[in-house]
Each structure stands twice: as structure tokens, then as C-alpha cells.
């Protein structure tokens, strides 16, 4: 593994749909998501909202993150029922170099990442593709009987951070004006809309490719330069505007008591120094007053985004930083306990179902934890979207946001309503009915009550199954996990050859599993969740479509063309000519037809 970022090399718009073509007529799938796993809207219930004015037809999407950077990201997360996507947050410092592994959902989640790993002219590009695709793909037939008649609007929310200077400099200004008006990167990618993709060559492709933003706010951000960006945001480029807020907004005797204490997390050092440096509670409520007002008054929606990650020192030692991000169920106790403090903070201005006010107009976007099992409970709360990150770095990846849908579509419907505000209203009867103030309310006596289970160290200290056996390159348990857990669909497989079975004997297994290096960061996610011994980035065969990047790189590694033909390698005869095999075996490469000669890059 490499120690700082390998550079991520995003395919062309025509090799991503080359890809979708091939892989959908050979495996009936896109992007490894079976189709058993696209979202297909229940027609009886509604699960649309309103994103700060726009509509959304889920209430559910990724968090700003490793699921929404590149286009086939982003079009696995729509695929599985996303319609609110928080774009991966785009800064000034654009190369910068992160240590790996970088992220471990062993149990919860931690990372030590905190920014694309494109350049800001990159990251454009990206989402100008992913909304391209997404338009081609709400039309493409084959996928009609599944995504159903009317997979419903979508939203691109951007996340830009993490200072006014940078913020406010022609980069990210450039940035957010082409996310603004798309056009000329639209024009330049319609010229790959050739082949079968040709009947979509004059789609009327939307170039407002977003107006929102929602601000990630680093750890240490101070209230002053919060309100300048949140300003700044709105005046010169006119966009309405969330702030994402930190779990240290709750103070740190708070935060480390339902951490250590209630949630028994005595392994967890909360890091008191970084709840001094950032947003203090009194400061945050009038900053959340006065940046409405500032945005009403000028016509535009403001919001709030509960939460960031939390800020803990690094005492597992497995990613090389003194300090480590952390998420997932612990996170989800605070973020609702910082949603039930502020929304009392707050009488009747935030946008949540409460008593017999109307609730405020101030939205309250939420990332924290979210899980099939909590999705309804906490859309219930009021929030939306319900942003989800760390769940989708789990076994099942993008595949576990369908079902988590399916959950809450069968809650609405059992209580017999048919959209999210009547069973919202439904939900707040019978939390007051049950004696509370709000849903929020509820919730969080649940989750730090009888319901704590979930969120509590004993519901997740288990570790991935491991078993007593080192990778090889192939043959495996051939458990999938490595293509699940990868957000960048780095990974995909091969049915074992006779070859392949005969060569490595009863460790074979049924699929051999490789790897396309260009979309790989080495994240360490596959590691992690691995049964095997070893890093099945590295280990697994590594695939280049392009000659450059093959030749800039060291270690094993095979340059081929789309339709899997060996151009290239670096490897022993006998896995040269075992891997030639299975390249052009039975389902072959996803990326095109064994005839095809086109490179990738
Ligand atoms: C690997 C990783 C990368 C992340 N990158 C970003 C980022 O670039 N910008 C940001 O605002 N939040 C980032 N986050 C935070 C998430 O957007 C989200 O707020 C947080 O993880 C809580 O949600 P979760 O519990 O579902 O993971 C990242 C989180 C993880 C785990």
C-alpha cells in the first residue's frame, strides 16, 4: 500500500457507458449492483421532500464523502434510491495528500480524510458527468422495469470548505460557478454520446447542475469565518446554503459522558482541546438566528446540517494520524441529542414537527449514524435528507440504501398514511401522546434508553469475520465484500476458470476477484472487511486501460485493453497466462466487449 493518496483516474463519460451497456448485458448489473438492488419507488407512498425549496423524491442520499466523488458513485447511490446527493467537499488545497489506510469501519467508523482527491476542474467534471448519467439513465429502457415509471427528482447539493480565503479564491470560485452553469462541460461531454448512446447525443441535459451548498465546517472553524463564508456564499454566488455544524457544538462533558458513559466506549479518547477551538453553544444559536435572517432577507433558505465527525485521538494506531475522525451509531446519539438541545434553543425555528407551533423554516439536514434499523425514526424527527456514509462503507455497500427505502416506505404505509408530512404529523401525536415535546425527543429518550443496543459498544464490538488463510492473488472465499465495501466500484469479478481451478486446487473458489487500479485510492476499506489475510488491493490482480499510468507505477499490475486482452504486464508467466485466461472467459472484463480496443482514461 502506497503511504500517501494514489492518484485517482476518473473514467471518460464514454467508458462509463460503455461499462453500463456491457456489464448490464453480460451480468445484469451496473456498476456491481445487481438489479435486485435498485430502488424502484412504491407508487401508494410518496417519500418526497423538499430540499430547501427543491424537490427531492427520497429522503435519503450520501453524505459529503468517499460515495459521492466519482460519477459511478454517484450513480450507484441514485440507483439504489438516493435523490439528495451532498457532494464530496471540493477546497483550494486540491493535491493534497492523505495518509493511508484512511478509513476503518471495523466496528464504528473512523477516517482521517477530510477532502477530495481530485483537482477542483476534476471534481466538475465529475458532477457534470454524474447529472449527465443520471438524465441518460431515467430514459435508458433496460432499466424501466426497475427504477419504475417515474424514478422521481433529484438534487445536487455541493459541500465546499473549509476557509474564506480559499472559499473566496478563483478556484473554488470557478468551481462553483461551473457547478452553477455546466454548459460548456456539458457540450465537451456530449461528443462521447456515440454508439447505442447516440439516441441521447440531443437530450435537453439540465447545465444548473446545483444552487445549494451546504459548508463543511472544519474542526477549529471559527464562528466569524462561518458567517463570512455563509455570506460570502450567498452574495456572489447567490446560492441558498446549509452549515454543517460539529458534534463539539454539545460541549465536551456532554459529548464524552454519552460516549465513554452511557455508550461504554472506554476505548474512545474524545479530544477535549478541539471542543475549545471550535463553535461554542451560545455563539452557534445566534449564528444559526442571524445567518436565517441574513438569507431570508436577501431571498434565499438557509439550514442546518447535524453533524460533522468527531474529533478523537487515534489510540488504535491503524491509520498513521495522531487524530481520527469518528462516526457511525455512537455519532447518532449525539447528533440527536444536539438536534433535541437545539431545537428547545430554538423555539419555533427549525423546520421540525413539534407541539402545536408550526414548525420553523430553518431545514435541519442530518448525517449521523443512519441505518435501515433508525431511518424511519429519525426521518420522523423532522429532519431531511437523512445523509448516509458510514453504513454504505459496510458489507452490501450502495446495495443496503434499497432496503433501508423499503423500511421506511413500510413504515409510512402501516400507519396508514401516504407521504412523509402526514405520518410525520402521525408520529408527533404519538410521541406526545407518550408524554414528550417533540419526535426529537422521543427519539433520543429511546436511543439513550431502552433502545440503546444499537449504538452502544456491545452492539458493535464484533469484528469481521477473519479466517486463518493469506490472500493469494487468486482464489479466495470469494465472500464479495472487497466489490461492496469499495465506494469507488474498484473491484469486480470473474466466474473461475478451469485454468485457474486447476492451477491453485480447492482454495479456488467460485469468482476470481481483480481490481482496476485507476479507480482504486487504497482507502484499506476491502482490507478491513477481508476474511482473508492480506490487502486485497494489492494482492488481487491490478488492472490499467491506461499504458501512462501502468508505466508510472510500480509493483505487480497488467495493462489491458477494454475487452480484457493482455497488453502488458508485470507479472510470472504462469499468472500472465492464468489472468489472460480469465480476462476473456465466460462474462469477461464489465468495461466492453471482448472486441473493444478503446482505453479508459
Ligand atoms: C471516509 C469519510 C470521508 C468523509 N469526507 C467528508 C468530506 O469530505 N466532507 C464532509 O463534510 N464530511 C465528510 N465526512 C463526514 C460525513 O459526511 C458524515 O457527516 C459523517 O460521516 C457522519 O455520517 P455517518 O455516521 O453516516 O458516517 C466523511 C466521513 C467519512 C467516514
Known sequence: MAELTPPLTPMSLGALLTRIEHEWGTRKKIFDLPNARIWKPDPDVDLGFDFLGRRCASPVGPAAGPHSQLAQNIVLAWLGGSRLFELKTVQVIDDLEIQRPCIDMQTVGYNIEWSQELTCPQSLTEYAKASML?????????????????????????????????????????????MRDATEEIARLRTDLTGSWSQFADLDFNPHLSDTLTLSTFHGCPPDEIEAITKHLIDEHELDVIVKLNPTLLGYETVAGIVNDELGYTDVSVQESAFGADLQFDRG???????????????????????????????????????????????????????DTLNKAL????????????????????SAGITKGNLADSIAMGVHPATVCSDLLKP??????????????????????????????????????????????????????????????????????????????FGCVACNFCITVCPNDAFFSIPTTDAVSDAVGEGAG??????????????????????????????????????????????????????????????????????????????GTPLGPNDATESTS
Open 134 to 178: 443520471l438524465e441518460i439513465l431515467r430514459s435508458w429502457e433496460p432499466l424501466a422495469p426497475f427504477i419504475g415509471p417515474d424514478p422521481g427528482p433529484h438534487v445536487f447539493d455541493m459541500s465546499v470548505g473549509y476557509d474564506l480565503e480559499g472559499i473566496s479564491g478563483d478556484k473554488v470560485g470557478t468551481f462553483i460557478r461551473g
Open 285 to 339: 444559536i445566534e449564528l444559526i438566528g442571524e445567518l436565517n435572517s441574513y438569507a431570508k432577507e436577501r431571498g434565499h433558505r438557509f439550514g442546518i446540517k447535524l453533524t460533522n465527525t468527531l474529533v478523537v485521538d487515534n489510540l488504535k494506531q491503524w491509520m498513521p494520524e495522531e487524530t481520527m475522525y469518528l462516526s457511525g451509531p455512537p455519532l447518532h446519539v449525539i447528533a440527536s441529542t444536539l438536534l
Open 347 to 366: 423555539p419555533g425555528q427549525l423546520d421540525i414537527p413539534q407541539g402545536d407551533a408550526e414548525p420553523g423554516d430553518i431545514m435541519v439536514s442530518f
Open 396 to 473: 452490501g455497500g450502495y446495495g443496503r440504501l434499497a432496503p433501508m427505502l423499503k423500511a421506511l416506505t413500510t413504515a409510512v404505509k402501516e400507519s396508514g398514511s401516504h407521504d412523509l408530512p402526514s405520518w410525520k404529523a402521525d408520529r408527533l401525536a404519538l410521541a406526545q401522546a407518550a408524554g414528550h415535546s417533540s419526535t426529537v425527543e422521543q427519539h433520543v429518550a429511546s436511543i439513550r434508553g431502552d433502545g440503546i443496543a444499537p449504538y452502544h459498544l456491545t452492539g458493535n464490538e464484533k469484528l469481521p469475520r477473519a479466517v486463518d488463510h493469506e490472500l493469494d492473488m
Open 510 to 587: 467460485r469468482q476470481q476477484y481483480l481490481v482496476l487500479s485507476e479507480q482504486c485510492n487504497e482507502c484499506g476499506n476491502c482490507m478491513t472487511f477481508c476474511p482473508e489475510e492480506g490487502d486485497p488491493a494489492m494482492i488481487k490482480p491490478r488492472l490499467y486501460t491506461d499504458a501512462d499510468l501502468f508505466s508510472a507505477r510500480e509493483g505487480q499490475g497488467v495493462l489491458i485493453d477494454a475487452g480484457g486482452t493482455v497488453l502488458d504486464h508485470r507479472l510470472d508467466d504462469e499468472a500472465a497466462s492464468l489472468l489472460a485466461g480469465l480476462l476473456t472467459s465466460g462474462t
